[in-house]
């Protein structure tokens, strides 16, 4: 089972309030180096921590960071980005595909890239940080791009197994941070967060579902789609 004792991780979206914790608790459990990628990369207060320029949707810069951070062992998919609206009716074309570039596209040609850097290592791993919204879809373009990239870790798992990458996806409601600011109800700390994803992998599991709710629509999936969506039976007005 993957350890981070001495690992050597790759974090996208570093920057962002999840981003930031993954990579202290990767610290706290004995990381080697930590690379934080982000598309405006900030200092950081401890060596270990390599800031690294990556833009997930540009193709030149995921290849010149598989060149920069050719020792990796772990590469966590965690950038993502929220649409303008919740709507598929309602959103600009252009929009639709901006979002599924960082939240689809981009963790794909991130994993695509850095597989054959991490297979046969040691505790090679590839971790890609999903939503509550990979299988219920309150979020229009948001939902379609995280159930499109629930199925790609799904893919990737039944391909990257033989060649001894574990992958492990992580699925969870708000997280306390300015993407969730609009939101109300109950809210993860993005430092539990930070920790589940981490106790996860070290137990060698597939998926880390973060909070009840997220529990709760994951056993619905198995029941009639009116079960999840029960407005579909309601009277229409």
């Known amino acids: 089972m993957p350890s981070l004792n001495d690992a050597v991780l790759l974090i996208t979206g570093a920057n962002g309030g999840i981003g930031r914790e993954l990579v202290a608790a990767a610290l706290a459990r004995g990381a080697a180096t930590v690379y934080a ?4 990369p900030r200092t950081w207060d401890d060596p270990r921590v390599v800031p690294l320029h990556l ?10 960071a598989v060149d920069a951070a050719s020792d990796v062992t ?5 950038a993502g980005a929220n649409p303008p609206t919740a709507s598929l009716l ?5 929009d639709i595909a901006a979002n599924m570039e960082v939240n689809f596209f981009g963790p794909v040609r991130v994993a695509r890239a850095f597989a054959p850097v991490i297979s046969g290592r040691p505790g090679a791993a590839l971790v890609d940080i999903h939503s509550i919204a990979s299988w219920y879809a309150f979020g229009g373009v948001y939902s379609a791009s995280k159930a499109a990239m629930w199925s790609a870790t ?12 574990h992958v492990m996806g992580v699925h969870m409601g708000y997280v306390d941070t300015p993407m969730a600011a609009h939101a109300s109800g109950p ?15 070290e137990a060698g599991r597939f998926e880390v579902l973060a909070d009840d709710l997220t529990r709760q629509v994951r056993a619905s999936l198995a029941q009639p789609v009116e079960a999840l969506y029960p407005e579909l039976t309601a009277p229409a007005e």
Do not use: M
């Not at 772990?74 to 965690?78: A, G, M, S, T």
């Not at 799904?154 to 990458?165: F, T």
């Open 187 to 201: 809210k993860l700390t993005p430092a539990d967060l930070a920790d589940q994803v981490f106790d996860g992998l």
């Open 90 to 94: 309602d959103i600009d074309e252009t």
């Open 55 to 64: 833009d997930v949707t540009d193709p030149a810069s995921v290849r010149a």
């Open 74 to 78: 772990v590469v966590i998919n965690n």
């Open 154 to 165: 799904n893919s990737l798992r039944l391909e990257l197994a033989p060649r001894g990458v």
């Open 37 to 40: 990628a982000a598309r405006t």
